[in-house]
């Protein structure tokens, strides 16, 4: 009788952009693969801003887990949520079930993060998830609606202003989408308002917008940016959210802005996995939560788990962590999987190196910013280049092919088709409730009318 | 100095396929139209179905309002729900706002109807709103996610099991669309189940499926369907829908199904505003709260007050009224539209009548049946023409190239790329609560994994 040989046990948490490409990179690897997830696919998330803004729909930029990993024999999806790990027994613990692992994969990433102000949440969403996108599409297209029907100027006025918090990559594209939402694709949609009456609002507390980037480009995207329509407020720092009032500091001075409309692209925090790694395995966390990881991207002590992603900080190439960008958690979720490989031969484990191969920001329509390190440009061309990049990496998720045609689209026709207003809330502020008898009997949230 | 005449002020509630065909049949004439509905789209909904199974994104088969009428210039669109009619100050009133009429359109529709058992809704959702959709989306594909998890053999053949009450086009397009998933889509996609294990069962009071087809159309579209892998039940009717379990009689047996996935497409009631004309015109309602109109589909005393569509009850054209789809509903509104403006010029007015085109029906990839009345056909020709007409009617809603593409790209990799599982409760039965000190601050609902 063949004695049949126990396989290595790869667990990955989280099915990103590190825990994927992962997972991708040990398909033809002589291991098991399980990965867990509590959502049944994968987000493109970089796009996630056009989504928020009404030029994609969701499945655009999401692919089923189980449909990109279909013919990979070796590994095995999960629907569920991680309770907790153990390090001795080598166990991932979901409800009613534990996953023995070999080699443990942790990458699940960051959400935002309000500095401590977590009530400014209800008045100012993120940007992280799928429902955090259609959340912000309801409440930008809801602003406008609201507006055509206010008859007193200043509350107009307030449903007309956006302010977006965070100068970052985020907020500079949900900034400039707005501005192209109301300068040019809603223009001609209303009948008592201008939308090109809008104002929208940047703020960044730094001294100028896409810190991370070149300071040459951070005064192109700014000035691409004003040209949209934009208003950049550097310097600034938001103090206080509420009541439809957003309250900043410029130096001494306090500012108040009535808006209805609050976005916010500022802060991080990790997932509370690094919390559960630190308690379970005494890692190190960084002031976000983030685990601080060896050179090889394991837990220090922990040589067989390692964090991936935005979840991870890998201080040792350079002064700060690397950034928290799709790039980075690609190549760690690569070079992870490499990793178990030489592991398991038996050969020398290689170094993690992160080769930079440049940051890109998109601000509108043929603007964009493009820093290849020996080589800086923004304009049409940058446009170009992101748009390129994008549908790349787009195409391992086969959904290219539409996300093309719905670009080429918005493009010639500056529309944007994904516009709906949906949800349970879907009237928002301005939704009626019926009275006594002409109550809908089963289901009063849905519409009557249509 | 010139006087300025007051122009006829035409209201029109809900821009469904009646609304908004009337709404556009009244582009260029001398009239002022104000189009008021709950949502800010068009839902074209003979494609809701493909919505509900993971096929197209809702943002496809649906086009802003504001959109479609942006260059109509004597339309005004206007975001909100009726509360009361006024017939004789000629006002209808929204919250805060009133709006007076000289012509009054009203083009609700109807929503799905439990014959009383409306307490069912919970267990067997319906399928006439994007929101509905998507909840019966997230049930099937989490279904099959549950079964992957099960390990009692039990409980996992009610996870696989999927009963459709309804034997009409809706209920037909579902059971062949799940179908597809099961035995086709999802086959290479899980580790733990089968998916070709999957039942599916079309339940239908009849004695045959399409009822108001022709019966060789009926009994085609059921051999198409059981060659799909659909059970089709005809003379079935359920007693009950509770804990998992469907119980159905069919003659005098009565049989129980245990099933997790049961979704309804049987029976339609009218949309409240058919009761508040009622109340305030004396109209007359049908059975299911459908207005009974008269041969010039106003109301009966009250010439400038017409309905159209689903919500309308037209008995004048044979022995029962016209059917509730689209093309009555589009030739009902460009018929009141028409009536409006000779009456305007004092002309004669036209008599409606209902130009039958014939009737198609969709089972799957391939399969449909088409009744144009002289000639009836089904197969692969008759879903070529299925095709054609819906894309052809999605042209004037700008979607089209995006479904084009969507649907050839679905049809050669025989994927479906809208499979999220999406929405608040987004897990569903199998999400786990995360204890103690794990929680996520802030969100709770919120990934943590990903």
């Keep these: 009788m063949a004695t049949i040989e126990k396989k290595h046990e790869v667990v990955v948490i989280g099915g990103g952009f590190g825990g994927l490409y992962a997972v991708q990179k040990l398909g033809k690897a002589p291991v098991n693969v399980t990965l867990i997830d509590r959502r049944n696919f994968h987000l493109f998330?970089?796009?996630?801003?056009?989504?928020?803004?009404?030029?994609?729909?969701?499945?655009?930029?999401?692919?089923?887990?189980?449909?990109?990993?279909?013919?990979?024999?070796?590994?095995?999806?999960?629907?569920?949520?991680?309770?907790?790990?153990?390090?001795?027994?080598?166990?991932?613990?979901?409800?009613?079930?534990?996953?023995?692992?070999?080699?443990?994969?942790?990458?699940?990433?960051?959400?935002?993060?309000?500095?401590?102000?977590?009530?400014?949440?209800?008045?100012?969403?993120?940007?992280k998830t799928i429902e955090n996108a259609l959340e912000m599409r309801r409440r930008i297209f809801m602003a406008f609606e609201a507006a055509e029907k206010e008859t007193d100027p200043a509350e107009r006025r307030a449903w007309l202003t956006f302010v977006i918090v965070g100068g970052g990559p985020t907020g500079v594209e949900l900034a400039g989408a707005i501005s192209e939402l109301a300068f040019s694709t809603l223009r001609q949609d209303f009948r008592n308002i201008d939308t090109s009456e809008a104002k929208v609002l940047l703020l960044e507390g730094m001294d100028r917008v896409l810190p991370p980037y070149a300071p040459e480009l951070s005064a192109k995207a700014e000035k691409s940016l004003e040209h949209l329509g934009v208003t950049v407020q550097t310097k600034t720092f938001v103090t206080n959210i509420a009541n439809g009032v957003v309250t900043m500091k410029q130096g001494e001075e306090i500012i108040e802005v009535p808006a209805k409309t609050v976005l916010w692209a500022a802060g991080i925090k990790a997932s509370p996995m690094g919390k559960l790694l630190a308690d379970r395995t005494g890692a190190e966390l960084d002031r976000v939560g983030r685990v601080i990881v060896e050179p090889n991207l394991s837990i220090a002590n922990q040589p067989n788990i390692f964090v991936v992603g935005d979840l991870s900080n890998y201080p040792h190439q350079g002064e700060r962590p690397l950034p928290g960008i799709a790039p980075v958690a690609m190549q760690e979720g690569q070079y992870v999987a490499k990793l178990i490989q030489t592991r398991i031969k038996g050969e020398p484990e290689p170094q993690f190196k992160y080769v930079d191969l440049g940051s890109l920001a998109v601000i509108g329509r043929n603007a964009a910013v493009v820093d290849l390190g020996f080589i800086k440009f923004s304009g049409f061309l940058a446009w170009l280049a992101w748009l390129f990049v994008h549908i790349y990496f787009l195409i391992e998720f086969d959904n290219k092919l539409v996300v093309m045609v719905q670009w080429a689209w918005n493009y010639f026709t500056r529309k944007r088709g994904a516009r709906l207003i949906t949800g349970d809330e879907s009237l928002g502020e301005v939704e009626v409730d019926r009275q006594g008898h002409y109550h809908a009997p089963a289901k009063p949230k849905e519409p009557i009318e249509a």
């Excluded at 969701?58 to 990979?72: C, E, G, N, V």
């Excluded at 080598?90 to 009530?119: C, W």
Aim: charged share 15%; glycine share 8%; hydrophobic share 35%.
């Design 45 to 127: 998330q970089p796009l996630l801003y056009q989504v928020a803004t009404g030029g994609l729909s969701p499945a655009d930029i999401s692919s089923p887990l189980r449909s990109i990993l279909s013919h990979q024999a070796n590994t095995k999806v999960l629907l569920g949520e991680v309770t907790d790990v153990d390090p001795v027994a080598q166990k991932v613990m979901l409800r009613g079930q534990e996953i023995p692992y070999d080699t443990l994969i942790v990458a699940t990433g960051v959400s935002h993060s309000y500095f401590g102000n977590e009530h400014w949440q209800q008045d100012a969403p993120g940007l």
